[in-house]
């Protein structure tokens, strides 16, 4: 080992072990977020020390905290609640729809998450119309499948194309005409979504085999 | 009980933004992390503030712990000692009256250590002990109570190179002993 990797070493020690002073400890970390070898000393380290702070007996702590961090974290999706006339109404149809949206955004406050709320009405020429609802605060789509259903011994199944992207399965829709889909992606933004027909199950080979049978594009409300 | 293997599923589970598992991870290892982060700051209201800042940054940066090759507890124990050091650095002037409620005798073996079976765990307090004993309590204190090399120099009464120096060397024969 050279001088120079025993320094590199020690530092990431000093570091990791926190005897450090702040602007020490600022230097190192604007190297570290540079240098891969140098974040290796440093996890290293961390490994080898981490067994001291488990000797610490646990301390519990005040249920207040947790309450604070969820509210902070998750805020009450209050406006959302507004929006339950909306779901309701929305099988009245797409022109009763559009104009309860429209008193939606008008009346709307100011939302508390930046990410949109995006709904989406999924339609197609087979019949099935899906109503699509994106909560980016609970990360799920909220499906109320308005007319259409699947085949004996088929499935319909969701899928979102963001692009020239392929693709990407959301999951079944459920045999309820309502139903909830938590999705496994971080904020949804855009896109559009298209519902296939498929065997009993979904697709075997995680792109669409079946006929498309409905369309349509996400927009915010 | 909850293993590593279930925690790094809760976390990788937060990157899904999956809330329950976040709700999961926090009862898994909330005690934990704050008895890490109070016996740094020493002061019950901002170890509760900063356990709010830890954890919002643990879902935050959630989908990075994959790729960062921690196991879960350094992961986690990580980002709540670099917060709570950061924000003691922060305090003005650095608080002196750390041995009056914690004293550093932290060099005898207490009960919680002896129920502690990890052999990672009991390598690390060999290795601790090989070292001599005013050198293993500076090591132990400054990790467990955050002190800056200024402090340990002041308390144990030598000049700051010395204390340098000194830790230096204590932390090289600890990484030797350790990949014995």
Sequence with gaps: MTQDEKDEEIGAAEYVLGVLSAEER???????????????????????????????????????????????????????????????MVSFGAVAAAAILA?????????????PTLVAQISGEAGVTVAALYDPQEGALRVNRLSGAAADGRALELW????????????LLPTDSQGTLTLTIVALTEGILAISDEPAGGSPTGAP????????????? | MTTPDDISDLIARCALRDRSAFE???????????????????????????????????????????????????WLV?????????????????ADDIDTQYDLADSTPGPERQSIARSEQQRVLACLDELDAEKS????????????????????DVPLNTMRTWLRRALLSLKECMAR
């Design chain 1, 103 to 115: 008193v939606i955004a008008f009346t709307d406050p100011a939302p508390t998450n930046p990410a």
């Design chain 2, 137 to 156: 309590a500076a090591v132990r204190g400054a990790y467990l109570n955050g002190d800056s090399y200024q402090e340990l120099a002041t308390r144990h």
């Design chain 1, 209 to 221: 085999t079946g006929q498309v049978l409905a369309v349509g594009a996400l927009s915010e409300v």
């Design chain 2, 78 to 94: 990580a980002i709540a000692r670099n917060h709570a050091i950061d924000r003691l650095r922060q305090r003005k002037p650095a």
């Design chain 1, 160 to 171: 979102l194309i963001v692009g020239d992207a392929p693709p990407r399965s959301l999951g």
């Design chain 1, 26 to 88: 600022a230097t190192f970390e604007a190297r570290l977020a540079t240098d891969p070898a140098l974040r290796a000393e440093v996890r290293d380290w961390t490994e080898r020390l981490t067994p001291l702070a488990e000797t610490l007996p646990d301390e519990p702590v005040p249920p207040r905290v947790y309450r604070q961090l969820e509210q902070r974290l998750f805020p009450a999706p209050t406006p959302l609640l507004g929006r339950l006339g909306f779901w309701r």
């Design chain 2, 24 to 74: 999961d991870l926090y009862t898994a290892t909330s005690a934990k992390l704050f008895a890490v982060i109070l016996r740094i700051l020493k002061d019950r209201g901002e170890a509760e503030d900063s356990m709010q800042e830890v954890y919002v940054k643990i879902w935050h940066r959630a989908d990075s712990f994959a790729a960062s090759q921690y196991s879960p507890i350094s």
